[in-house]
Each structure stands twice: as structure tokens, then as C-alpha cells.
């Protein structure tokens, strides 16, 4: 299935890069984000790269679009609270969903269905409707909690997807290990990259 409209969303974990990494890759591409983000998922942007954003919603896709230097037709952001966004409803569902840093407290409210904002309600529809949801825990060690609710998870076809990088490519900087996570989440959505150098490929 090829992605032409990508919900991404992040939540309070550490990781914003990967974020960021992932949303510029896309837009290259002239994929559509619907964006939504949780307020520690905003704090943790600001701390972690050179971005800050509004709380509001259209100061937030404009200064994203200026970030990335793409048109604000590219990026739509809705708020955590928005149940009128097209997120919210499988009548008009994204091709796939990416959760991009995924706290444990977001996974177990997916895990669950309790759709306690629209982050939760969004990855809820995307998995009624059978698209592609793409998870990115960011925790460490994992409890047994944390598991079963993975392996739940799992079991109904979403993708855990650990933030885990690898060397064996030759590590120059801290972006090479982030574009080889980047790249292990598009080729899960198959979307063709060469972010990162392949196992086996001089």
C-alpha cells in the first residue's frame, strides 16, 4: 500500500529526533502528516532539538512547515482534545499511523482502548481498520507490565518497534543513529530510503 497520508504522533518520551527524522523524511516524499502531539510530548521536543512550538494548532503546522521548508498544505496538527479531526473517525482514516516516541502509559492506554485523547483514539481507529500502527517505545528495562501489553499489542498486528540502532553500519555522529531507526520505521510502512547503509551492502 503506498502512504500518502501518515498520522504521526509523539508522546512524552525521550526521542524527539526520531520525530523530527521521520517527519522530514516524509515530507520529502510529499507525504501528508496529520500531527498530533501530547503537552509532555511538547516539552520534550523543546528540550531535545532546536524546535519549540506553539500549543495552537495553526501556529503549530506553520512554524513545522517553516521548520521543514514545505507548504502548511503538507502538515495538518490537531489538538490532544480535537474529536472532530479526521483522525478520530474510520471514515476517513490515514494510511497508517506512527506513535514516535511512545511512552508506556500511551501503549497501555492503545493497548487497551480507552481513547483517553485523541493520541489513544487515533491509534484506536487505525487498528479497527486494520492499517499499519507503528509503535516506538522509548523505555528501559521493561517491566512485565510493559510486555503483556506489547505482546497484546502484537497479537492484533501493530508493530513494536524499539528505538534499538546498530553499529555495524559505522557510526560517525548521533544523526547516523538516528537515521538508522528512522530508516527501520519506513521500510516498516515500505516506503523506499537509503537513510542507512543495508547488512551486507559495501
Not at 501530547?38 to 512550538?53: A, C, H, M, R, Y
Not at 492506554?109 to 489513544?120: M, P, Q, R
Amino acid at each position: 500500500m503506498s502512504i500518502k497520508t501518515l498520522t504521526l504522533a509523539m508522546t512524552g518520551a525521550s526521542g524527539a529526533p526520531y520525530t523530527l527524522g521521520l517527519m522530514k523524511y516524509c515530507l520529502g516524499m510529499d507525504i501528508h502528516i496529520q500531527f498530533l502531539t501530547s503537552q509532555p510530548g511538547q516539552i520534550v521536543l523543546g528540550v531535545e532539538t532546536d524546535l519549540k512550538l506553539s500549543g495552537n494548532p495553526q501556529k503549530m503546522s506553520a512554524r513545522l512547515a517553516e521548520y521543514f521548508g514545505v507548504d502548511t498544505s503538507l502538515i495538518s496538527v490537531y489538538a490532544k482534545d480535537q474529536w472532530t479531526a479526521p483522525v478520530a473517525s474510520g471514515s476517513s482514516v490515514a494510511d497508517a499511523m506512527v506513535v514516535c516516541p511512545c511512552t508506556m502509559g500511551s501503549l497501555a492506554s492503545i493497548a487497551t482502548g480507552t481513547s483517553e485523547n485523541l493520541i489513544h483514539r487515533a491509534a484506536d481507529v487505525i487498528i479497527k481498520e486494520r492499517r499499519p500502527l507503528i509503535l516506538v517505545p522509548r523505555e528501559t528495562p521493561f517491566s512485565s507490565i510493559h510486555l503483556e501489553n506489547m505482546l497484546k499489542l502484537s497479537n492484533l498486528g501493530v508493530t513494536i518497534l524499539p528505538p534499538n540502532p546498530g553499529f555495524y553500519q559505522g557510526v560517525n555522529s548521533v544523526n547516523d543513529l538516528v537515521d538508522f531507526v528512522v530508516a527501520r520505521i519506513l521500510d516498516q510502512l515500505h516506503i523506499d530510503n537509503q537513510l542507512s547503509p543495508r547488512w551486507g551492502n559495501d
